[in-house]
């Protein structure tokens, strides 16, 4: 929920941009405004824009009022669980219950397909921009924000976790309906 | 100190009931009030005529000066000959905000200096908010061959080597409580310029410190100090090094943990946990820093008597605390961060019906985005718990009046009620009302509040209540309140017994700083900064009161005329020397 950037409202080119990078790496980082004074925290936060957030507020000298040794020596794990797993379920046509997966624990797409096709012992064949998933019986695709079947691969890894709210492995002929030329 | 003036006075008054009064030899006066240990008694007692005016100065061995500029070092050793211990507070409480500029002042050495002269025979000295410098510390150490104790809070300017050099040179020391600091921390060696020949360390307390200390030399330390009853590590110190300490120091009644989250196997899992438990006197334990809920248990068998938990370090989950709680009935102060979540603070009222003290503190005061911590539901069900409950610190995002006056109404005897809604200036947010009726619950039901700090959106209303009920109060501090002038002058014109008045980023101006001309000089300290405050108004109250101090400082590229920071005190030294440039004394 938080750092999410609005990229489907957005005529957002940098969000198609091809990118690099682990999972979370698109959030912005944006300085925050006009920070006075020796604040002594390690990492700036990021303020992204968010449709319900106001806009990014000037960080005041000595407020909230914490002492600088407290600020300091309170370091949170943001490693650990709570606000990192991107749980989705996970279905697969043709199997009995459906699964489900943390996104955030995948740096791309040939690892989750990997993770995939052991999950459920089968192959994916591999993907083109063009002909979508070839070689096999099976398509990964995702429902997006806006409750659309999309094929997986076509958008940067960065983009899918963040829309992506559930993955099912399509069999069969709707498989092999998909990836041409839609 | 406010009695040097009134003894002038009664002075003269005296002295013919001084036959009546003195009919008690000299020595048996003096040994009557030697008893009295309040700093409040001794000055009431030095009141009452001549003669007991000097039976108390010559038997005052401990003395506790608020405001290191109030009174000068010439006038304390003058008036009193036989000090063993002294309490020195410097700077005014915003600095540990960093609101006042570095240099400011409120250095220790010149107080050493006659103090080495005047009091050889020093044992203790307790410092809080003061500058202290390496070479000052060296100087402490050499000079008083008697010093025990030395306590350090809030201070800044010092260094490791400092604490070497304690540690090489005073062979009586029981106790070195270093808290809270801002300390150069060079290393941990110091530790190891305690002599082998020195066991009489009771108190050690670095928790403070970051980097890695010299393990070895702790563990003997700890081993041959045998009537050490409160060690404070730091973060550095692991859990299986801790267990290896506590085997020695099983006699511990105030622990602080290292890190609390090594990986460790079966065996040593079990070994802490034994060492925990065989610290039967335990009764107070902070630290725990990183603590996951999956290693405290080990500390159930050790906390049976457990008082004071702080756990301000351990960003525990509200499910983790539950699980906690049940085994410390007897807990009268908690101290946790707002990862606990209402939850976490529902379990404490379900779990500590003695709990006097709690202090919740934020574990992401600077982000917006974060939706979790702790609101109002979580103080109100300790409220319903805690009846005992008179001491509160509370930092949260939101709150509403209906939650505070049933807080209230609960605990009615708050002495202490620090409410920090984190957003400045945010209103009620059921109602979107301002909170003057929250702290007006607090004022009305809480009759021996003493001290106070109010948030959130307040209008002036918020302090007519204050000025007209809290008959009590001594410490108020407000930020981003009030709408104008009126509500700081309510205050000042009611609250007899205000002494601190700290007041940031408010609507007063120069009538509300010249309606407390009175008042200050009953008053240790008043601070205002980002208010409206002029620099012809400071004039002004520094002419009409010649015995407070006024010191304004300013801010770069601000208008010359606007007074940014004021800091207004009662002294009998006169305006200090030792000011940088950006302070002027007016």
Redesign the interface.
Same mark, same amino acid.
């Given at each position: 929920?938080? *750092?999410r950037v609005a990229y489907e409202n957005d005529l957002n080119l940098k969000a198609t941009e091809l990118r690099l990078g682990l999972p979370g790496t698109h959030e912005e980082q944006q300085a925050v405004s006009s920070r006075v *004074? +020796? =604040?002594k @925290?390690p990492n700036d936060?990021s303020d992204d824009q +968010?449709e319900t957030?106001p806009p990014?507020?000037a960080?005041?000298? *000595?407020?909230?009022?914490? @002492?600088? /040794? @407290?600020? =300091? =020596? /309170?370091q949170?794990?943001k490693t650990e669980s709570?606000g990192g797993g991107i749980y989705i379920k996970l279905s697969m046509d043709g199997a009995p219950y459906l699964r489900k997966i943390d996104l955030k624990v995948y740096s791309g797409y040939p690892e989750l397909l990997k993770a995939v096709e052991n999950m459920f012992k089968f192959n994916i064949g591999e993907y083109s921009e063009r002909e979508g998933y070839k070689g096999s019986d099976y398509a990964p695709t995702y429902e997006d924000k806006d409750g659309d079947w999309m094929l997986v691969g076509d958008v940067p890894w960065g983009m899918f976790i963040t829309s992506c709210k559930r993955l099912r492995i399509m069999k069969g002929s709707e498989a092999r309906g998909l990836g041409c030329g839609v | 100190m406010e009695s040097f003036e009134l003894k002038r006075s009664k002075d003269s008054v005296n002295s013919d009931q001084s036959a009546h009064w003195s009919s008690f030899p000299d020595e048996v006066l003096e040994r009557v009030l030697s008893r009295l240990k309040s700093h409040r008694d001794r000055s009431s007692a030095s009141l009452v005529c001549k003669d007991w005016y000097h039976a108390e100065r010559w038997s005052r061995t401990n003395v506790f000066i608020g405001n290191c500029y109030s009174v000068s070092q010439e006038i304390v050793v003058r008036r009193f000959s036989r000090i063993r211990s002294v309490t020195l507070k410097g700077k005014p409480r915003f600095s540990d905000f960093n609101l006042v500029p570095e240099n400011w002042g409120a250095n220790i050495h010149a107080w050493l200096v006659v103090f080495a002269a005047k009091y050889p025979f020093l044992e203790e000295l307790r410092l809080k908010r003061m500058a202290i410098n390496d070479q000052s510390l060296e100087f402490l150490a050499v000079s008083f061959p008697n010093f025990k104790a030395l306590s350090l809070l809030s201070c800044d300017g010092f260094s490791t080597n400092g604490l070497a050099a304690i540690a090489t040179h005073c062979k009586n020391l029981t106790e070195l409580d270093i808290q809270e600091n801002d300390i150069d921390d060079i290393g941990g060696s110091w530790l190891s310029c305690f002599p082998e020949s020195f066991t009489s360390l009771e108190v050690l307390n670095f928790a403070n410190l970051t980097s890695d200390i010299n393990f070895d030399a702790l563990e003997k330390l700890v081993g041959r100090c045998k009537s050490m009853r409160v060690l404070k590590l730091n973060r550095s110190v692991s859990l299986e090094q801790l267990q290896r300490l506590l085997v020695n120091a099983p006699r511990l009644a105030e622990l602080g943990t290292g890190s609390f989250s090594q990986e460790l196997i079966v065996r040593e899992y079990e070994e802490l946990e034994s060492a925990l438990s065989n610290c039967k006197n335990m009764h107070t334990l902070s630290g725990l820093w990183d603590a996951k809920g999956i290693y405290l248990p080990a500390l159930y068998p050790a906390c049976t008597h457990l008082t004071f938990l702080n756990l301000s370090y351990a960003a525990l989950q509200s499910l983790e605390l539950a699980k906690l709680l049940p085994h410390r009935r007897r807990l009268k102060h908690l101290w946790v961060l707002d990862t606990v979540e209402d939850k976490g603070l529902e379990a404490v009222g379900l779990n500590c019906p003695l709990l006097e003290e709690l202090r919740v503190f934020p574990a992401d005061p600077f982000d917006d985005e974060i939706v979790h911590g702790v609101t109002d539901a979580g103080f109100v069900a300790v409220s319903f718990g805690c009846p005992r409950l008179h001491y509160v610190l509370y930092f949260c995002r939101q709150m509403t009046n209906a939650a505070v006056a049933t807080i209230v109404q609960n605990c009615p005897d708050f002495t202490h009620f620090r409410l920090c809604i984190m957003n400045p200036g945010q209103p009620d947010h059921l109602t979107n009302e301002p909170m003057d009726e929250a702290f007006g619950a607090v004022v009305k039901t809480c009759t021996k509040l003493q001290r106070l700090s109010v948030s959130g959106r307040l209008t002036d209303r918020t302090f007519e209540y204050i000025g007209r009920y809290a008959k009590n109060l001594e410490t108020l501090s407000v930020a981003f309140a009030g709408s104008s002038d009126w509500g700081m002058q309510c205050v000042l014109g009611g609250c007899p017994k205000l002494r601190k008045l700290e007041i940031r980023d408010c609507p007063f101006g120069n009538a509300a700083l010249l309606s407390g001309l009175e008042k200050y000089e009953s008053m240790r300290s008043l601070w205002m900064s980002a208010c409206n405050v002029t620099m012809n108004g400071c004039r002004l109250l520094a002419r009409e009161m010649p015995r407070l101090n006024i010191e304004v400082m300013k801010e770069d590229g601000s208008d010359d005329s606007q007074a940014d920071k004021v800091y207004v005190y009662r002294s009998i030294a006169g305006p200090r020397r030792d000011a940088p440039r950006s302070v002027l004394t007016l």
């Open positions: 929920m938080e *750092g *004074g +020796n =604040n @925290r936060e +968010n957030a990014p507020k960080q005041i000298v *000595g407020w909230p009022p914490i @002492r600088s /040794y @407290r600020k =300091n =020596n /309170y949170p794990k709570d | -």
